[in-house]
């Protein structure tokens, strides 16, 4: 197991058009976090999922944004409709029971 | 609402120097807590966790400490080497696991 793998690395769109990121973590990780950083601050706390299960979202999670963990294995965040705000490193980690977090390299979101 | 403090915001620093990089947060009912280095443009790479029952963690030049009753953790970083230079970022995990992180200290390490 290679750690927790992102994709795409980069990804620069257009405003108002939809995008996709993907999430394979660690597999024998059961909880799965996306988190969003922007430029000189500490990342902030989107979402958790514990196997497939979504238990948590934050109030930064707006109706244009959505995740998934089908079958409790990798996991997607879509953006829909972006705005220039949403420009930002997506960072996805995974833990397991008594772990620590294991972060992917992320995804850098720009939005033109 | 858990708030994670770091001090200072960026040092600079001569190599072969010792230092302190401080993170205080105001919630002392945390699950554990990690320290993370990110270097520009990249992912997050852990660097030391202590669980809640725990007061230190070492690895190699590393030493972390941990004291929930004063709601703060130290890292200590001995002989500083310029590839140490990046960004440290203090984060405290919560009973649900998911972690608050502080805004990181800068840090340059100076050949």
């Known amino acids: 197991d290679t750690g927790v793998s992102q994709d795409p690395r980069h990804k620069i769109t257009k405003r108002g058009q939809n995008v996709t990121f993907r999430c394979d973590p660690i597999s024998e990780h059961n909880r799965l976090y996306w988190y969003r950083q922007t430029l000189g601050q500490g990342p902030e706390f989107l979402t958790y999922?514990?196997?497939?299960?979504?238990?948590?979202k934050s109030r930064l999670l707006s109706d244009r944004f959505s995740a998934e963990r089908p079958k409790g294995s990798f996991s997607t965040l879509e953006i829909q409709r972006t705005e220039q705000g949403d420009s930002a490193m997506y960072l996805c980690?995974?833990?397991?029971?008594?772990?620590?977090?294991?972060f992917g390299s992320g995804t850098r979101l720009t939005v033109v | 609402k858990q708030e994670v403090t770091q001090i200072p915001a960026a040092l600079s620093v001569p190599e072969g120097e010792n230092l302190v990089l401080n993170c205080s947060f105001t919630d002392s009912a945390i699950y554990n807590l990690q320290w993370f280095r990110q270097d520009p443009g990249k992912g997050l790479t852990s660097l030391l966790l202590i669980q809640s029952s725990q007061r230190e963690q070492t690895s190699g030049r590393l030493n972390a400490s941990l004291d929930k009753s004063s709601g703060r953790s130290t890292l200590y970083i001995a002989a500083s080497q310029p590839g140490d230079s990046a960004t440290y970022l203090c984060a405290v995990a919560g009973s649900a696991r998911q972690l608050t992180f502080g805004s990181g200290t800068q840090l340059t390490v100076l050949p």
């Open positions: 999922f514990q196997n497939e299960a979504q238990l948590e």
């Open positions: 980690a995974s833990t397991g029971t008594e772990d620590g977090y294991t």
